[in-house]
């Protein structure tokens, strides 16, 4: 089983390089990102006819998740246990949707940005990270992934000017350590032994060239549980569809994350 996740900032803008690389890689569950729409809104005949199943959760413009599987999808849920809320009136945003699809517990996540680490926003993005956690431990015995956009910078190597990011989120103390913590839990990021050393990002800016100069942050994970991360065969970053020379339309500002299952 081929799986992936990809932030890919509008699905209704991207839908065609979105069906195309389902058929160029062959991908069986697509966990996406910042579909910034309401289900009712997703282009999905496409998908549909491809053979895939959808599950989604989105608000307008804002944030979105979605699962798309041609494996079966089933005991969706829509956001996790204990998952914070955001505004005024506080609520649960669209950031979380979970699946099974053909036998992995499939999480479509993407964590809050954080703003500035001044910001209540750096909090909210904290205890959302901690909240994850506190359900996430509970599924450690399945197989399960949590993927998506993390929103952090592990180590020094996943950005390419720390230096730069010093007072900025993503790089923070604390933010490492929420993210550490899954992995001291038993969770492992099962494409980094596949993707080794600095210069591998899956995100870089539209702004000045940053891809053309590699200039990037690699902060979409696939974390998986014992039973998954043994299943893992190989794994890789798909940077062709952040090339702006490649496909049709403008790209995401993130790349594709691609994991092979035995």
Known sequence: MRIATWNVNSLRSRIDRVEAFLDRHDIDVLAVQETKAREDQLPLMGLQARGYEIAAAGVDQWNGVAIISRVGIEDVAVGFPGMPGWGEPLAAEARAVGATCGGVRLWSLYIPNGRKPDDPHYVYKLDWMDRLRDAAQAWLGEQTALVGDWNVC??????????????????????????????????????????????????????RQRFERNRGLRIDFVLGSPSFADRVTGAFIDRDERDPAQGTGSPSDHAPVVVDLD
């Open 154 to 207: 592990p180590t020094d190597e996943d950005v390419f000017a720390p230096e730069q990011f010093k007072n900025s989120t993503h790089v923070t103390p604390a933010e490492r350590a929420a993210f550490q913590r899954f992995l001291d839990d038993g969770y492992a990021d099962v494409v980094r032994p596949y993707c080794p050393g600095p210069g591998v990002y899956t995100y870089w800016d539209y702004y």
